[in-house]
C-alpha cells in the first residue's frame, strides 16, 4: 500500500465534523467542568447522537468502524477542545477492544449491540493499588464456581468508574502462574457484589471521570469471560497497543491547542515597545512547540497505520505515546511561560491544559514504560 500524508475526502469530513463539534461543544463549558469536577453528560450525550463516539466498534453492531488512523484524526480534535471532555467521549471505545478483539459473535452482539444503539458506557478495569505499570501483578481473583466464576478485589483509577454500564474486568485465575493466570471478563454494574468506591479529585482532566470499583464476591458466569484462560494479558496489550496511538493523538490535540493560545497571545502582548512574538526566546519555544506538534502526529498516525495494516506496531505505538505525551507537557510548560503571570492563573486557559497534560505521561502506561517497551523490541 502507497504512503500518503493526503487525508481522502471521508477524512476531511470526520476532522471537520470533530473540529466543529469541538469549538461548539467542548471549548465553551472546558473550564466550568473543570472547577466542578463533574461527568460532563451533556456532551457526552451529544457526541453520541452525531456519531463521535463507539468510531472504532465495528458496523455491524452500530458502530463507526473506523480505522485506527481515523480514530486518531477524530480524538486530536476532540482533545483540542478539552482532553478531559475528550476521554469522557471516547473512554468506552477503549474498554471495548478486548470485546472487539477475543469477544465471541454472541458477546459481541449483546454488548457492543447495546452500547452502540443506546449510548451506554464502559470502563476498563485493570489498574490496581499494587498493580500499576506491572499488569501481571494484578491481584483480584477469578475463582472457579462450576461453570461460573466469583470475582473479588479492587481496581483504582478507573476511567468512567462511576459513569459506566459495563466493566472490562482483568483478574487472575491463579496468582503463582504470574501473566499466564490473567483473564478477561465483561461485568455489568447492576451485578450483585459490585461497587464504586471513592471518586478522584484530580489535578487536571477533571471532566473525565476516575474511580474505585470494587468487586466483593461477584458471581460472573463463564459466557462473560473474553476468550480462553489466561489469555488475559496478551488481550491487554493488544489493547494498548490500538489504544496509545490515538492517547498520543489526544496529546497532539492538547499541545496544538496550547500552541495557538500562546501564538495569539505572543501576537498582542506587548513589551519593551513591541510584541513579544518578536523576541527570539519567544520564537524559538513556538518553533519548538510546532515541531514537536508535528512530529508527535506522525508518529501517532504512523503506529495506527501499522495496525490497521494487520502489522506489528508494539513499538510505534510505544513511540508515540511516549514522544507525543512527553511534548505536550513541554509545551504546555512553555505556553505557561509565554503567558508570564497571566499564564499562571485560572482566567487564562493555558494553566488548564499544563495540568490537563500530566497525566498523558501516566496512564495508559507511563513514559518510562514506554521507554522500556521500545528497548525490548529493540531487543527482540
Not at 451506554?120 to 475463582?143: H, N, W
Not at 459513569?163 to 491463579?174: E, L, Q, R, S
Not at 478477561?184 to 447492576?190: D, G, L, M, S, W
Amino acid at each position: 500500500m502507497s504512503v500518503s500524508f493526503k487525508l481522502d475526502d471521508h477524512q476531511m469530513a470526520l476532522q471537520g465534523l470533530a473540529r466543529d463539534f469541538a469549538l461548539a461543544e467542548i471549548r465553551p463549558v472546558a473550564a466550568q467542568y473543570d472547577k466542578s469536577g463533574e461527568f460532563p453528560w451533556p456532551v457526552v450525550k451529544k457526541a453520541w447522537e452525531v456519531g463521535l463516539s463507539n468510531l472504532s466498534m465495528p458496523e455491524q453492531y452500530g458502530g463507526g468502524g473506523l480505522s485506527g488512523l481515523d480514530s486518531c484524526i477524530v480524538s486530536e480534535e476532540l482533545a483540542f477542545g478539552c482532553a478531559g471532555i475528550a476521554a469522557g467521549i471516547s473512554i468506552t471505545d477503549l474498554a471495548c477492544i478486548p470485546i472487539v478483539l477475543a469477544g465471541d459473535e454472541e458477546q459481541k452482539q449483546r454488548y457492543l449491540g447495546e452500547i452502540c444503539s443506546t449510548g451506554k458506557m464502559a470502563a476498563l478495569c485493570v489498574t490496581e493499588p499494587e498493580a500499576g505499570s506491572d499488569v501481571s501483578a494484578i491481584s483480584t481473583t477469578a475463582k472457579k464456581s462450576g461453570d461460573d466464576y466469583v470475582l473479588s478485589g479492587s481496581k483504582c483509577f478507573i476511567t468512567n468508574g462511576s459513569v459506566a454500564d459495563y466493566y472490562v474486568v482483568f483478574a487472575t485465575t491463579d496468582k503463582s502462574m504470574g501473566q499466564k493466570g490473567l483473564c478477561a471478563f465483561v461485568v455489568p454494574r447492576e451485578t450483585q457484589g459490585v461497587t464504586v468506591g471513592k471518586k478522584e479529585d484530580k489535578m487536571g482532566q477533571r471532566a473525565s471521570d476516575t474511580s474505585e470499583v470494587v468487586f466483593q464476591d461477584v458471581l460472573v458466569p463463564s459466557a462473560n469471560r473474553l476468550g480462553a484462560e489466561g489469555q488475559g494479558f496478551k488481550l491487554i496489550m493488544q489493547t494498548f497497543n490500538r489504544s496509545r496511538p490515538a492517547v498520543a493523538s489526544s496529546a497532539v490535540g492538547l499541545s496544538r491547542a496550547a500552541m495557538e493560545y500562546s501564538l495569539e497571545y505572543a501576537k498582542t502582548r506587548s513589551q519593551f515597545g513591541m510584541p513579544i512574538i518578536f523576541n527570539q526566546a519567544i520564537m524559538f519555544m513556538l518553533s519548538d512547540m510546532a515541531r514537536d506538534i508535528e512530529a508527535s502526529r506522525l508518529l501517532a498516525w504512523k503506529a495506527a497505520w501499522l495496525g490497521d495494516m494487520g502489522l506489528d506496531n508494539a513499538k510505534e505505538a510505544a513511540m508515540a505515546k511516549v514522544t507525543a505525551a512527553d511534548a505536550a507537557m513541554r509545551i504546555t510548560t512553555d505556553a505557561v511561560q509565554i503567558h508570564g503571570g497571566y499564564g499562571y492563573i485560572k482566567d487564562y486557559p493555558v494553566e488548564k491544559l499544563m495540568r490537563d497534560a500530566k497525566v498523558l505521561q501516566i496512564y495508559e502506561g507511563t513514559s518510562q514504560i514506554q521507554k522500556l517497551l521500545i528497548m525490548r523490541s529493540m531487543l527482540k
